[in-house]
């Protein structure tokens, strides 16, 4: 007899928007990305969050706020 469990990381795009501010790289303009992140087992979810992300429209670099 063979089990076999699936686990998943799935991502989806909720919504952009421009942010305040520039890019510290090439000085182009930022955006907001709100992402919902479901992790699951065998079909069955563990976690889910929804995380801000910031992007730079022209480098398409992922930018990190420091507090």
Do not use: N
Request: with cysteine; aromatic share 10%.
């Amino acid at each position: 007899m063979c089990l076999v469990c699936l686990c998943d990381d799935e991502e989806t795009e909720l919504g952009r928007q421009q942010a305040p501010g520039s890019c510290p790289y090439c000085g182009g303009k930022v955006q907001m990305l709100d992402v919902e992140r479901k992790w699951m087992f065998c079909f069955v979810p563990l976690c889910f969050k929804i995380k801000r992300k910031y992007l730079c429209s022209s480098c398409d670099r992922r930018l990190v706020l420091y507090h």
